[in-house]
């Protein structure tokens, strides 16, 4: 049973192509865990390193989580796209959330679809 997780959220109107979707999942994964307390992230990376991928409709959704995240100190990292390929120069894209444990990360995401 995995007792810590991440999530990415990725917004659903930029209707990105599957490599640049999986390119700005990574971009968020590694960099919110870089931000995570190493007790947390030894633990994390030890059960597997668990992720999910989520979705929201819009930027702002993407502030707000990060917001709610912040005020109860899980790491996040709100990922800005360099605009070399399919959208334009800092485009926010994805906010990564955590690893933190299951029941902080739910009480953040739980009611977000899958992607």
């Known amino acids: 049973m995995f ?3 991440q999530c990415i959220v990725i917004r659903q109107d ?3 192509s599957k490599g640049k979707l999986a390119v700005q ?3 968020a994964a590694v960099s919110a865990s870089e931000k995570a307390d190493s007790r947390i992230y030894s633990k994390w990376k030890a059960e597997g390193q668990k992720k999910v ?3 929201v409709p819009a930027e702002r959704d993407l502030y707000e989580l990060r917001e709610i995240a912040r005020a109860q100190n899980i ?3 709100l990922i800005q796209d360099a605009g070399l390929t399919e959208i334009k120069p800092g485009t926010v ?3 990564g959330i955590g690893p933190a444990t299951n029941e902080d990360i739910e009480r953040i995401t739980g009611s977000l679809k899958l992607l």
């Open 3 to 5: 007792t810590y997780k």
């Open 14 to 16: 930029l209707k990105l």
């Open 25 to 27: 999942v990574a971009h």
């Open 53 to 55: 991928v989520l979705k």
């Open 75 to 77: 790491p996040t990292a």
């Open 93 to 95: 894209t994805a906010l």
